[in-house]
């Protein structure tokens, strides 16, 4: 901020006396945040943001001179599914384009909020009233197994379908999910022998086992099965499906470049699925 001691000082006080808190107390050798400054930060990120918007160039952007960067955090079913597809369109109008993504975690809104990604995609975040999101497809589930499995053998019911040990997919490790919500309004239940954190984790080993994997239509649609050894089936029951979404911070709604991503983002997903599609 280029001020002297003395002279922050001053701001610091005019600070707290507008804002009726300390702000800023001493820890030790250090000041730290009081629980008022941190709630004002990200109000005051977005105002900054906002008031920076005024000062872009209204001039059209040149997307080929252009070496943009983005980080997006996501699962790996959007990653296999539309990650090369997602880079081909965005280097179609800027060659320099440079995509990364990063896994989901527990503080995707702590990331979203400090700048550190530019997009969440995914379906789990619990999120913020300020946080903007889009709705990219739905996802229904279908069931994946080895070819010759047994399940095949007869007609699948939800009765044959719990006969079977199951793998289930969730990055937080838990053991239900909305299979068994609907199950249990059946009267059943299923074995959960397995609990991986990602979608593609199992796929290569599942052919040489009787459990069975249960995955977003997504998945199935994009691996070569005959070739890998596997068959999928429906769900003998209906379950609600899943959005999919695309998360942002406001702070971007008017960016440019950042709105083309989303808007490219939106295009990639929503060619392979329109949305509302089972």
């Known amino acids: 901020m280029n001020l002297s001691g003395p002279a922050m000082s ?8 507008a804002f009726g808190d300390p ?39 040149d997307l080929a001179a252009m070496e ?5 955090r996501t699962n790996d079913l959007f990653i296999g599914a539309f990650g090369m597809a997602l880079l081909g369109r965005l280097q179609t109008k800027a060659p320099r384009c440079r995509l990364r993504f990063a896994p989901d975690g527990d503080d995707d809104l702590d990331m979203l909020r400090e700048g550190r990604i530019d ?14 999101t889009q709705a990219l497809f739905d996802l229904t589930f279908q069931v994946l197994a080895r070819a010759g499995h047994p399940i095949f053998e007869t007609t699948i019911t939800p009765q044959s379908l719990v006969a079977h040990g199951h793998i289930v997919v969730s990055r937080r490790s838990q053991w239900i ?3 068994d919500r609907v199950l249990g309004e059946m009267g059943l239940s299923r074995t959960i022998a397995l609990v991986v954190p990602t979608y593609y984790s199992m796929i290569e080993t599942l052919r040489f086992s009787d459990m069975i994997m249960p995955v977003p239509d997504i998945v199935a649609r994009n691996l070569p099965l005959e070739t890998i050894g596997l068959k999928v089936f429906d769900l003998p029951f209906p379950i609600e499906p899943v ?11 008017r960016d440019f470049v950042h709105r083309w991503l989303r808007q490219e983002v939106l295009a990639t997903a929503r060619n392979a ?3 509302g599609e089972g």
């Open 68 to 72: 943009p960067q983005f980080t997006i």
């Open 177 to 179: 999910g909305p299979i």
């Open 10 to 17: 001053r701001t610091l006080g005019r600070i707290r006396e």
């Open 119 to 132: 997009l969440y995609i995914g379906a789990t975040i619990a999120l913020r009233p300020e946080i903007r």
């Open 273 to 275: 699925r329109p949305i």
């Open 243 to 253: 959005t999919l979404f695309q998360a942002w911070h406001p702070r971007h709604d």
């Open 23 to 61: 702000i800023l107390v001493a820890a030790g050798r250090k000041m730290v945040p009081t629980p008022h400054a941190l709630e004002l930060q990200a109000r005051i990120h977005e105002i900054v943001g906002t008031a920076s918007e005024l000062f872009r160039p209204e001039n059209p952007i």
